[in-house]
T-cell receptor, first 113, second 116 residues
Framework: GNSVTQMEGPVTLSEEAFLTINCTYT??????LFWYVQYPGEGLQLLLK?????DKGSNKGFEATYRKETTSFHLEKGSVQVSDSAVYFC????????????FGRGTSLIVHP | AAGVIQSPRHLIKEKRETATLKCYPI?????VYWYQQGPGQDPQFLIS???????DKGSIPDRFSAQQFSDYHSELNMSSLELGDSALYFC???????????????FGEGSRLTVL
């Protein structure tokens, strides 16, 4: 079956620091990969996605590259801001799971001024 | 742009009571999903509907049921509530995955259920 493993949080950084949140996956078929972000008190929002190997998704300074050889989709940002504080979920969707997205457990990011 | 609307946003119930959550998907989206997110947990898929028919079933308890109506809104009915049902319940909508959608979901802000 499909599964997603994320690094445990919380990740605590100072403003302008470099961010990496690791995500690895197991999937049947050819999955699409996603990062969702959940700000306090809100629902999940799609941050970025990649639909095939070697694709790079990017949005709001965040990037993630679909690495089929390492089954990874790590989230990176060169310089985080306080407003990036949120919970980040890695997810995948594949035909092997009827396209129902499978989520990781989420990684809380706390950015201090 | 219109988003997914959920109601109520907050709900407090006693054990063994019933609760109903409502979801209004984005216009023209034909698929609705329900997820349950416990404190500090990842969202767990409960059930989904495509064109008013149940399409997939996840870890939805037998005490819960759901349906999608002719106007595409969906309701999640929960009976014999237990303390462990306290969670954030998300509804999401999309176009049917695999056709024009690679699995991207649009989520509502969630309904927080507290069972006392």
């Amino acid at each position: 079956g499909n599964s997603v493993t994320q690094m445990e949080g919380p990740v605590t950084l100072s403003e302008e620091a470099f961010l990496t949140i690791n995500c690895t996956y197991t999937a049947t078929g050819y999955p699409s990969l996603f990062w969702y972000v959940q700000y306090p008190g809100e629902g999940l929002q799609l941050l970025l996605k990649a639909t095939k190997a070697d694709d790079k998704g990017s949005n709001k300074g965040f990037e993630a590259t679909y690495r089929k050889e390492t089954t990874s989709f790590h989230l990176e940002k060169g310089s985080v801001q306080v407003s990036d504080s949120a919970v980040y979920f890695c997810a995948l969707s594949s035909s092997g799971g009827s396209y129902i997205p499978t989520f990781g457990r989420g990684t809380s990011l706390i950015v201090h001024p | 742009a219109a988003g997914v609307i959920q109601s109520p946003r907050h709900l407090i119930k006693e054990k063994r009571e019933t609760a109903t959550l409502k979801c209004y998907p984005i216009p023209r989206h034909d698929t609705v999903y329900w997820y349950q997110q416990g404190p500090g947990q990842d969202p767990q898929f409960l059930i989904s509907f495509y064109e008013k028919m149940q399409s997939d079933k996840g870890s939805i308890p037998d005490r819960f049921s759901a349906q999608q109506f002719s106007d595409y809104h969906s309701e999640l009915n929960m009976s014999s509530l237990e303390l462990g049902d306290s969670a954030l319940y998300f509804c999401a909508s999309s176009l049917l995955p695999g056709r024009k959608n690679t699995g991207e979901l649009f989520f509502g802000e969630g309904s927080r259920l507290t069972v006392l």
